[in-house]
């Protein structure tokens, strides 16, 4: 099967800028994650949809920051107006879930790099 | 909130010695898993852990999850060049569904 697939995988924009993240997960996957790495550190959670509702969004930074999922499908990570500290890789991840209380290892997608100048 | 605590931070061995990472939870971790990011990559899902005082084992790796679901460790024997790379836990609790929380990862680097 396909792996989940971000694009692009680097983007080097301006403070003030917009950018938009994308992430085919793989499919039948109804969990879909996006997580933060930023300079090395831990991974952060940012948020879960399922299907194409919002699951949980307590990671989300602040207002700047927009995640919409499309008919349960594809997902964008929309950051505006970008700021310096936004910069670092941001990795989906998608899942199954099997019943209550059973849960698979995510799949992770290779990450966008987002540099803030 | 739910913290995963993961030391050390860094590790550098020389190849064919073991390696050892420690993952601590401030709360009770309904499940805990792995992940292995390689230089440039992304994480690897590797192993997940459900039962108290669970062990598992993937060749070299050997997995542990403590009496009391707070804490977890993953061993690596004789390790190898292939072997480097960042090593994550991540884990649940009841009320935290379907989001893992990650530990800061320890890095690994093996002298050949």
């Known amino acids: 099967e396909a792996g989940v697939t971000q694009f692009p995988s680097h983007s080097v924009i301006e403070k003030g800028q917009t950018v938009t993240l994308r992430c085919d997960p793989i499919?039948?996957?109804?969990?879909l994650y996006w997580y933060r790495r930023v300079m090395g550190k831990e991974i952060k959670f940012l948020l879960h949809?399922?299907?194409?509702?919002?699951?949980?969004e307590s990671g989300m930074p602040n207002n700047r920051f927009l995640a919409e999922r499309t008919g349960g499908t594809y997902s964008t990570l929309k950051v505006q107006p970008a700021e310096l500290e936004d910069s670092g890789v941001y990795f989906c991840?998608?899942?199954?879930?099997?019943?209550?209380?059973?849960?698979?290892?995510?799949?992770f997608g290779s990450g966008t790099r987002l540099t803030v100048v | 909130g739910q913290q995963v605590m993961q030391i050390p931070q860094y590790q550098h061995v020389q190849e064919g010695e073991d390696f050892t990472t420690y993952c601590n939870s401030s709360?009770?971790?309904?499940?805990i898993q792995w992940y292995k990011q390689r230089p440039g990559g992304h994480p690897v899902f590797l192993i997940q852990l459900v039962k108290s005082g669970e062990v598992k084992k993937q060749k070299r790796l050997t997995f542990q999850f403590g009496e009391a679901k707070k804490n977890s460790s993953l061993h690596i024997t004789a390790t190898q060049t292939t072997d480097v790379g960042t090593y994550f836990c991540?884990?649940?609790?009841?009320?935290?569904?379907?989001?893992?929380?990650f530990g800061q990862g320890t890095r690994l680097t093996i002298n050949p």
């Open positions: 709360t009770t971790l309904s499940n």
């Open positions: 949809f399922v299907k194409e509702s919002k699951q949980d």
């Open positions: 991540a884990g649940r609790t009841s009320v935290s569904g379907q989001k893992l929380v």
């Open positions: 499919s039948g996957h109804d969990n």
């Open positions: 991840a998608s899942s199954h879930t099997v019943g209550t209380g059973k849960y698979y290892g995510y799949t």
